[in-house]
């Protein structure tokens, strides 16, 4: 096992960060190790945005659910899907490139560019002995945090990456099993299977809960998911997406 695999199978997000700032290097590093993640047909569909205002980290912070590590860290980065630059590009090149751009499938395009970009800069901090933590919460009023980040059309805050020198480090949350995660030559449907490695993997996620918290708490993997997706979170997204005209056909 190499430097890399060992870097990438020992994450855990981090959430408590030293009053240290990452330096113009780390943060170019970072970037262009995102920068360097496939991209599909060179879109290069996303931008990056460091906030380093405290004022704009203390407002991001509230509006992620009032997360203190979105304000309390080395640096923050938020990761977004962005077409707006290919709009320019239509206008540059003369060419009608909106019915594209404003595609389902441009759409998925610039989601997954994006993905591969963050990965590959949370992968290069991890590898500098930097701790990170993605941050979803961004999405629970994308309007506001557009309006402080003064983002354009065709442009969508995906998730915030709070990076900066760990203060703590939890134990690793365990992953669902190897052979339920990779398939073969087809999908496993066997119900029978699928349940039985679901209810073996709560008991690990139990344990886990009550060594991590001295007992108090026990709860499986399955609870915590049914509980989650029985909430219905962030359900105006599908009108937010076509109100920025990301997503219209």
């Known amino acids: 096992m190499n430097s890399i695999i060992e870097t990438i199978?020992?994450?855990?997000?981090?959430?408590?960060?030293?009053?240290?700032?990452?330096?113009?290097?780390?943060?170019?590093?970072?970037?262009?190790?995102?920068?360097?993640?496939?991209?599909?047909?060179?879109?290069?569909?996303?931008?990056?945005?460091?906030?380093?205002d405290p004022k704009m980290k203390k407002q991001l912070a509230e509006l992620a659910g009032n997360q203190p590590y979105v304000e309390h860290?080395?640096?923050?980065?938020?990761?977004?899907?962005?077409?707006?630059?290919?709009?320019?590009?239509?206008?540059?090149?003369?060419?009608?490139?909106?019915?594209?751009?404003?595609?389902?499938?441009?759409?998925?395009?610039?989601?997954?560019?994006?993905?591969?970009?963050?990965?590959?800069?949370?992968?290069?901090?991890?590898?500098?002995?930097?701790?990170?933590?993605?941050?979803g919460g961004i999405r629970n009023q994308l309007n506001e945090v557009r309006e402080v980040l003064h983002t354009p059309e065709h442009v969508?805050?995906?998730?915030?990456?709070?990076?900066?020198?760990?203060?703590?480090?939890?134990?690793?949350?365990?992953?669902?099993?190897f052979e339920h995660i990779y398939h073969e030559n087809k999908y496993e449907q066997d119900e029978v299977k699928l349940k039985t490695q679901l209810e073996e993997y709560n008991r690990l996620i139990a344990q886990y809960y009550e060594e991590r918290t001295n007992g108090a708490r026990k709860d499986t993997w399955t609870s915590q998911m049914g509980n989650m997706l029985e909430q219905h979170v962030r359900i105006y997204m599908k009108d937010f997406l076509q109100q920025i005209k990301m997503d219209l056909h």
């Open 9 to 52: 199978l020992n994450h855990r997000s981090v959430r408590s960060f030293e009053e240290k700032k990452l330096t113009k290097e780390q943060i170019e590093i970072i970037v262009r190790s995102a920068q360097a993640a496939s991209t599909s047909s060179f879109i290069q569909a996303y931008s990056i945005i460091g906030v380093t």
């Open 73 to 135: 860290n080395g640096h923050f980065f938020v990761f977004c899907a962005d077409l707006h630059r290919h709009e320019m590009i239509g206008k540059m090149e003369n060419k009608e490139v909106l019915y594209s751009i404003e595609s389902t499938e441009k759409f998925m395009v610039s989601l997954i560019d994006t993905a591969l970009a963050a990965q590959n800069a949370a992968i290069a901090a991890e590898s500098m002995g930097l701790g990170i933590c993605y941050i």
């Open 156 to 177: 969508i805050p995906l998730f915030g990456m709070a990076i900066g020198y760990p203060k703590d480090l939890n134990e690793q949350k365990p992953r669902l099993p």
